[in-house]
């Protein structure tokens, strides 16, 4: 079955810098976008960045310049490099992906930035 492993999350100080990752297993990871997104306390989860097979990237505005997606097809894994972390970057940081019949999600991984 699909399987999605978060890795990475932790405490850390704004301007400082975090790398996630994602271990994805059960699908062929490099026919499927490999996405990221968010949840912060009270709020609606939000994508934060993806990563298409054909190698095209997006980021939420709010990220763009600081955060970096990447992959590794031969490692079945997806990254999120996070510089420059503030506060407001403080969430829940989930892995998803689509395939036929539905989303399947990670079990998220916490990511707190101290002011």
């Known amino acids: 079955q699909v399987r999605l492993v978060e890795s990475g999350g932790g405490l850390v100080q704004a301007g400082g810098s975090l790398r996630l990752s994602c271990a994805a297993s059960?699908?062929?990871?490099?026919?499927?976008?490999m996405k990221w997104y968010r949840q912060a306390p009270g709020k609606q989860r939000e994508m934060v960045a993806s990563?298409?097979?054909?190698?095209?990237?997006n980021y939420a505005d709010s990220v763009k310049g600081r955060f970096t997606i990447s992959r590794d097809n031969a490692r079945n894994t997806v990254y999120l490099q996070m510089n420059s972390l503030r506060p407001e970057d403080t969430a829940v940081y989930y892995c998803a992906t689509d395939i036929i019949g539905g989303r399947y999600w990670g079990q998220g991984t916490q990511v707190t930035v101290s002011s």
């Open positions: 059960g699908i062929i990871f490099s026919r499927n976008v």
């Open positions: 990563f298409s097979s054909g190698g095209s990237t």
